[in-house]
């Protein structure tokens, strides 16, 4: 061996094979147990962002669709669902989270193909939880009568829910679970740009033989949504997104006191003190913001980090950006994958130009981009001022904005100054400090020494303009009853 | 037969702890079934409500740092006050029109509102809280936290039973409130401001505001520093922009029952906060 040639260190291509998908050349309608035709006569294509390749035409759901859809899910709820014992309900419910398991691979390489995001990703976060969550929730749906104590629940009968495209089958998976196990049918509405993995997850209900209506499927953009939002036969709306279409949904759900859960955006702060584990808090903060693209709404957007430490720890943040592997979403080595959209690819790129031209500091590794399909080098931004656009709005991409701080009143203060309020990290390795910054900081999940866990016994959900209700645990079932806590709606 | 004419008292604003008149100069006259004068009511303008929401704000935080055990006992302490002034009550609901049997069931069943949701303060926890078996080696747990500042929208009907059984499961957990009640209900609600300011109950942590219901509740409902509102009392016909307010900052809004007396109503106004660490050597 030749001691003098340096190592070759580069990574050899590790695709995951695409042949354990078939994708068809059209997908209709779901509504009542089988897969109809849309009465609009409209459809849309649905592509690859990582190639911006046609995968498959998706058919687009009218007012009319939308509402047979429901009706089919009121059919359902008064037919089978609403009086079936618990414990069947719970064995649908069982066979949905095998089946999925069963097919884990499939779902995990279709949902990389139509969203971009890392197989590494799909293959071992969003599945096993989609699989979890069923598993988790069907064991709740013939033990009601222990969950809400003194309290006789039922269900609010039909469930609208539209659901986002950056985790999109575990979305589903966070929508449907919970609203069958509490007794309830549902329409359910992925987003445009990412309908593939509920459309096989319909076949996957077909071949569960989940009774007719119980779960409806329509593809669709925005008008679908607002013929779900507004249909007068629902009784119950579900919401994750953005912030601003939530405010929307809560508008017309307000008029008609609709009761309504929202999982909206966040600008989270990530809270870095100088007593940290410095590199565990290195990556923390790097899974933070880049996991998925950054395309998650509890993403980790804001680092604070403390001053006396902040030069050297935004040097070693630096040094480990430069390592991301960004390309291919099907290569199993890669870290970050494409962006989900050209309509989101523009938007990040808008507030980056923002962050420059209102004079924060820009840093982007070198890093060679494939030449087609949507993509965004890694970002971080320093000598951020909390004016900026970039320290207020909501980027949903892979860029950081990084702030310091001198104390843990200022870190608080700080982390707090955003209407947002839905998730927050903490590192340092002194545990009283831990629970006292954990009580100050308003968000709906603190992460301590570790960031985005996510788990289908684990509550998840925002304070303030992050949306209200939580989806997970035991307090993940009660926005699907009525009467379990009180009047809010 | 007095030797003196009596004395009658001025009833006013509840804001911070302190009892101004509204700062608009407005009164609305109350009177007693034969329709002789009561009270000269002050009646809230949009600026008292502002000037309340602050108030309220102020003091949220401190209000919810105290210890359950504190808090409940000045919701015990609430109802000791009550009880020391429960003939004034009862003739402040009889001289509105409700029958001494009536009043005196509204006044014992509001005392008995406060002792049982002073006893909550330290248990509510128990009840919606919890430790989340998560798959991995993390300690995960959820616990309630109070909402921040709760606008409530009081019902009339009844008078005093409407207002506490939603106040009380309010301020319990660390909300303060900033309360509006329309002027039939007006003397009972100052009534109780006047136990409030005289039970350790810090100033702001509830705000009371007699005046017209449907003028204030816009202000209520688009007031960006207001976190929650509870509309149990709020007009059955009340218009669908108005209710649309509420979501200039995603508000939670509750409608409950003037009277329910449960812990979900606690629940009501309540965040859930779960917390993430390692488990590790």
């Known amino acids: 061996m030749n001691t003098n040639e340096p190592f070759n260190l580069e990574y050899a291509p590790a695709p995951e094979s695409t042949k354990i998908v078939n994708i068809a050349k059209s997908y209709d309608l779901f509504i009542g147990g089988k897969f109809v035709k849309a009465k609009s006569g409209k459809t849309f294509s649905t592509i690859n962002p990582a190639t911006e390749e046609h995968l498959s035409t998706i058919a687009e759901a009218s007012t009319d669709d939308v509402n047979k859809a429901v009706k089919a899910a009121r059919k359902g709820y008064k037919n089978y669902w609403r009086d079936m014992p618990g414990k069947q309900r719970a064995r649908y419910l069982y066979r949905i989270a095998r089946q999925i398991q069963e097919r884990s691979r499939e779902f995990a390489v279709l949902e990389t193909l139509d969203g971009g995001k890392p197989i590494k990703e799909s293959r071992d976060f969003d599945l096993p939880q989609v699989a979890a969550h069923f598993f988790y929730n069907a064991g709740w749906a013939d033990k009601l009568d222990y969950a809400f104590p003194n309290r006789k629940v039922s269900p609010h009968g039909v469930v609208g829910q539209i659901i986002p495209w950056n985790f999109p089958l575990l979305m589903a998976a966070w929508k449907i679970a919970p609203a069958l196990a509490t007794g309830n049918t549902v329409v359910l509405k992925p987003a445009e740009t990412t309908p593939l993995t509920a459309l096989l997850l319909a076949e996957l209900i077909q071949d569960a033989d989940l009774p007719p209506g119980v779960v409806n499927i329509v593809t669709g953009a925005g008008e679908t949504g607002e013929a779900l939002v507004n249909h007068p036969d629902i009784n119950k709306l579900a919401f994750t997104g953005s912030t601003d279409v939530g405010k929307m949904i809560q508008k017309a759900a307000a008029a008609r006191r609709l009761p309504l859960t929202l999982e909206l955006g966040g600008k989270a702060a990530h809270v870095v003190f100088e007593d940290a584990a410095i590199d565990q808090a290195v990556e923390g903060v790097v899974n933070g913001i880049f996991f998925n693209q950054g395309h998650v709404c509890c993403a980790g957007s804001r680092l604070l980090v403390q001053e006396s430490i902040a030069e050297d720890f935004i040097a070693r943040l630096k040094r480990r950006v430069a390592l991301l592997r960004v390309g291919d979403p099907l290569d199993k080595n890669t870290d970050v994958g494409a962006i989900n959209s050209g309509a989101q690819l523009t938007r990040i790129q808008e507030l980056v130009e923002s962050g420059v031209a209102e004079g924060a500091d820009i840093?982007?590794?070198?890093?060679?981009?494939?030449?087609?399909?949507?993509?965004?080098?890694?970002?971080?931004?320093?000598?951020?001022?909390?004016?900026?656009?970039?320290?207020?709005?909501?980027?949903?991409?892979?860029?950081?904005?990084?702030?310091?701080?001198?104390?843990?009143?200022?870190?608080?203060?700080?982390?707090?100054?955003?209407?947002y309020g839905l998730s927050a990290g903490i590192w340092t390795e002194k545990g009283s400090k831990i629970l006292w910054m954990a009580d100050r900081l308003q968000a709906g999940v603190v992460w301590a020494n570790t960031y985005n866990q996510f788990d289908p016994s684990s509550p998840f959900g925002g304070y303030k303009e992050s949306g209200f209700g939580r989806e997970g645990g035991l307090q993940g079932l009660s926005p699907y009853v009525r009467n379990a806590v009180g009047g809010r709606s | 037969m007095n030797k003196n004419l009596p004395v009658a008292k001025t009833y006013k604003l509840f804001i911070n702890g302190a009892f101004p008149r509204s700062e608009s100069g407005y009164t609305l006259p109350i009177r007693n079934t034969e329709g002789q004068l009561l009270a000269n009511i002050s009646k809230a303008s949009r600026k008292d409500l502002r000037d309340s929401v602050r108030a309220a704000r102020s003091a949220q935080e401190?209000?919810?740092?105290?210890?359950?055990?504190?808090?409940?006992?000045?919701?015990?302490?609430?109802?000791?006050?009550?009880?020391?002034?429960?003939?004034?009550?009862?003739?402040?609901?009889?001289?509105?029109?409700?029958?001494?049997?009536?009043?005196?069931?509204?006044?014992?069943?509001?005392?008995?509102?406060?002792?049982?949701?002073?006893?909550?303060?330290?248990?509510?926890?128990?009840?919606?809280?919890?430790?989340?078996?998560?798959?991995?080696?993390?300690?995960?747990?959820?616990?309630?936290?109070?909402?921040?500042?709760?606008?409530?929208?009081?019902?009339e009907e009844p008078a005093l039973l409407g207002l506490v059984s939603r106040l009380a499961p309010i301020i319990v957990s660390g909300n303060t409130a900033v309360v509006v009640v329309d002027v039939e209900a007006g003397l009972a609600a100052v009534t109780l401001a006047e136990v409030l300011a005289t039970s350790d109950l810090p100033g702001g942590v509830v705000n009371l505001l007699t005046g017209d219901k449907q003028e204030l509740l816009p202000w209520m409902l688009g007031h960006l520093d207001i976190n929650s509102v509870d509309l149990t009392g709020a007009p059955n016909d009340i218009d669908h922009e108005i209710l649309e307010e509420s979501a200039v900052n995603v508000k939670r809004t509750v409608w409950g029952d003037p009277t329910d007396e449960t812990p979900y109503i606690i629940a009501d106004f309540l965040e859930m906060k779960t917390v993430w660490h390692p488990i590790g050597r």
Request: glycine content about 8%; aromatic content about 12%.
């Open chain 1, 363 to 419: 840093f982007q590794p070198d890093c060679k981009l494939p030449a087609k399909g949507f993509w965004f080098t890694p970002t971080l931004f320093t000598g951020v001022q909390q004016s900026h656009r970039i320290a207020r709005e909501e980027i949903f991409g892979p860029v950081l904005s990084i702030q310091t701080f001198r104390t843990a009143e200022e870190a608080v203060e700080k982390a707090n100054n955003t209407p």
């Open chain 2, 62 to 155: 401190s209000w919810a740092s105290r210890t359950a055990y504190n808090r409940g006992q000045i919701l015990y302490r609430i109802a000791e006050m009550m009880e020391a002034r429960r003939e004034e009550f009862i003739a402040v609901l009889e001289s509105t029109g409700e029958t001494h049997k009536e009043a005196v069931g509204q006044v014992e069943d509001a005392i008995e509102r406060w002792v049982w949701y002073a006893g909550w303060a330290d248990k509510i926890h128990h009840v919606l809280g919890t430790v989340n078996p998560v798959a991995g080696p993390y300690f995960n747990f959820t616990m309630p936290e109070p909402t921040g500042v709760v606008g409530v929208v009081a019902s």
